[in-house]
């Protein structure tokens, strides 16, 4: 994960100036640019509402471009004020839009940002779930997407969670976590979950509800590594500990060797994503996650562990979407 340039969408909520904290710590351990973004949620009666009333108001030529001239102005010292590092501070983007989520989405893959940074929730947060606009931005960006709830307060990441269920998808997420454990300085969590009495209703992974835990280690180390030796981009591969559950994750790259801690941990539960939400809120300071897991049957819809992991962990998540054509 090649960090050159985020885009920032802000809706200008105290929540959200959290994503402009973490903004500038990624531009201090990658030196990318930042952009930030607002859309102007237009109303579907806007229009309407001026017409009604006879005001002989036309709407493209009045209204929105002294609006968006107004926004950005406001986005502009927004950014100003959190921000820190000025010379790797980048544009302000405004746009006009009835679906902000699609907006934001579609600028983020035409423009080639390499990641999405944004608040968790914004100006009508929920305690309980992620603002509607975040979950929808996760579910149809194409670029990875990093959300920070209101509640972190550092940049301390040293433990970095990535559920795994077998399938390549969601190994998909283990480069990106190397990347990030390597700036950060921090080590890899790898936890899968024996779901009990659970079948393999897509005879493709295996179930592992019936082996033992060693077996369930031995097994998923072995196909992590086999994925990373397909895997296109940087050469990655899993050391092997002296002690059980703890390897280490090697980058080669130019002749020279990175590595970072990787553990496994496996553990048992009725049903994985109640574990893995436990163990990502007492246990980890990031969460990274393919969106889609074993089943990765539909384009549109996220994996029902991963839906439910991202609505509920209380820490930063970075999702991915992988490339369920291949």
Do not use: W
Not at 49 to 66: A, E, Q, R, T
Not at 99 to 126: Q, V
Not at 194 to 219: M, Q, R
Not at 259 to 267: A, L, P, Q, W
Request: aromatic residues 6%.
């Amino acid at each position: 994960m090649d960090v050159k340039r985020i885009l920032v969408p802000t809706d200008f909520s105290e929540e959200s100036k959290m994503a402009l904290v973490f903004a500038d710590i990624f531009i201090e351990l990658f030196d990318c640019k930042v952009d930030v973004m607002h859309v102007i949620p237009l109303s579907d009666y806007l229009s309407d509402s001026f017409s009604s009333i006879g005001m002989p108001i036309n709407m493209d030529d009045d209204v929105y471009p002294k609006l968006i001239e107004q926004k950005k102005e406001e986005l502009q010292k927004f950014a100003d004020e959190h921000i820190k590092n000025k010379k790797n501070k980048g544009n302000s983007i405004v746009k006009i839009d009835r679906k902000p989520s699609d907006a934001i989405a579609e600028r983020a893959s035409k423009e080639e940002y390499d990641l999405i940074l944004m608040s968790a929730t914004g100006s009508h947060k929920s305690s309980l779930f992620h603002g509607s606009i975040t979950d929808k931005i996760i579910r149809k960006s194409l670029v990875p997407v990093l959300t920070i709830p209101e509640s972190i307060t550092g940049k301390d990441i040293l433990k970095i969670l990535v559920p795994c269920d077998f399938s390549h998808h969601s190994m998909s997420a283990l480069p990106i976590a190397f990347e990030i454990a390597d700036k950060f300085d921090a080590g890899i969590e790898v936890v899968h979950v024996i779901e009990l009495f659970a079948s393999d209703i897509h005879g493709v992974e295996p179930n592992t509800s019936g082996l033992a835990k060693k077996n369930v280690y031995e097994s998923l180390v072995n196909e992590i590594a086999r994925f990373l030796e397909e895997y296109p981009g940087k050469r990655l591969r899993i050391k092997r500990g002296d002690v059980d559950y703890f390897d280490e994750m090697v980058c080669e790259e130019n002749g020279e060797e990175t590595s970072v801690m990787f553990k496994v941990v496996i553990t048992k539960s009725v049903t994985s994503h109640h574990e893995i939400i436990e163990y990502a809120n007492n246990e980890s300071d990031l969460v990274v996650m393919s969106t889609h897991g074993r089943t990765g049957l539909s384009h549109m819809l996220l994996g029902s562990t991963a839906e439910q992991v991202i609505k509920q962990v209380k820490k930063p998540q970075l999702t991915i979407k992988p490339d369920l054509d291949n």
